[in-house]
T-cell receptor, first 113, second 109 residues
């Protein structure tokens, strides 16, 4: 595996379900990010982890819960989501304290029924 | 006022045309300027990365930054159908990376 991988690629869940998204980076980077991408809107930064420590939480509702067990893996735990949470969820990684050059995974297309 | 403005398009051009994609921004603190390309059902991939004002060329792609006007551009020469994608500008500064909404480009044979 190379680059940034994400699983699953597609997920359909009901509002009462609990699910998790997984991201893995094979680039040796120290920072990882979760973004939400909705149609015709800019990428919305959700969470930032640097050396496994959360450095940013961009006012994300508590129904989204991130976990970063090490610098290569990042999870997004989902519970009691709303239909408006349906979007493409992208994981990215970068090197250095301030990662402007970010490398993205293919995303998880989430549909909340 | 949005921090980054980008025309969403869609932009439709014939193969071989020169394409110009643009973003404007409001905060002069941005120092890093990037263009990402995103194909349908894929994540964004970094296409061009510049730090300073001026031009940077990579094959058929040229990134142009005008800090005085707060205006960045991406030019694609001899456009190909494989260039059909959404192009996102991204601006970095003060520990943040801000994306434009993206411009959808279609190059038809």
């Amino acid at each position: 595996e190379t680059g940034v991988t994400q699983t699953p690629r597609h997920l359909v869940m009901g509002m009462t379900n609990k699910k998790s998204l997984k991201c893995e980076q094979h680039l040796g980077h120290n920072a990882m990010y979760w973004y939400k991408q909705s149609a015709k809107k800019p990428l919305e930064l959700m969470f930032v982890y640097n050396f496994k420590e959360q450095t940013e939480n961009n006012s994300v509702p508590s129904r989204f819960s991130p976990e970063c067990p090490n610098s290569s893996h990042l999870f997004l735990h989902l519970h009691t989501l709303q239909p408006e949470d349906s979007a493409l969820y992208l994981c990215a990684s970068s090197q250095g304290d301030v990662g402007y050059e970010q490398f993205f995974g293919p995303g998880t297309r989430l549909t909340v029924l | 006022q949005k921090e980054v403005e980008q025309d969403p398009g869609p932009l439709s051009v014939p193969e071989g045309a020169i394409v110009s994609l643009n973003c404007t921004y409001s905060n002069s603190a941005f120092q890093y300027f990037m263009w990402y390309r995103q194909y349908s059902r894929k994540g964004p991939e970094l296409l061009m990365y510049t730090y300073s004002s001026g031009n940077k060329e990579d094959g058929r792609f040229t990134a142009q930054v005008d800090k005085s006007s707060k205006y960045i551009s991406l030019f694609i020469r001899d456009s190909q159908p494989s260039d059909s994608a959404t192009y996102l500008c991204a601006l970095g500064g003060y520990n943040k990376l801000i994306f434009g909404a993206g411009t959808r480009l279609a190059v038809h044979p």
